[in-house]
């Protein structure tokens, strides 16, 4: 979640256009891991409901955002 945090810039709602949001690859990279293993990890977080995921390709990536800044407050304790 750091990463995706530190990522996104103002994470506050409204989210803003998907074509902002990081791609898996930049988060995957942020974190050392292969992209497969971070998008089970985003899907995962998805269904948890703390990340939001594009659902279609954008620029032939699926681009990912936090749901609330909270949770950026609480990752950085």
Same mark, same amino acid.
């Given at each position: 979640?750091?990463?995706? $945090? @530190?990522?996104?810039?103002? &994470?506050?709602?409204?989210?803003?256009?998907?074509?902002?949001?990081?791609?898996?690859?930049?988060?995957?990279?942020?974190?050392?891991?292969?992209? $497969?293993?971070?998008?089970?990890?985003?899907? @995962?977080?998805?269904?948890?409901?703390?990340?939001?995921?594009?659902?279609?390709? &954008?620029?032939? @990536?699926?681009?990912w $955002?936090? &749901? @609330?800044?909270c949770?950026?407050?609480?990752?950085?304790?």
């Amino acid at each position: 979640m750091k990463a995706l $945090y @530190s990522l996104c810039q103002n &994470v506050h709602p409204p989210p803003p256009d998907p074509i902002l949001w990081p791609k898996t690859r930049q988060l995957a990279d942020a974190c050392n891991e292969d992209i $497969y293993t971070a998008r089970l990890l985003l899907l @995962s977080l998805e269904k948890d409901g703390k990340v939001l995921c594009s659902h279609r390709s &954008v620029q032939n @990536s699926l681009r990912w $955002y936090p &749901v @609330s800044p909270c949770d950026a407050e609480a990752e950085q304790r």
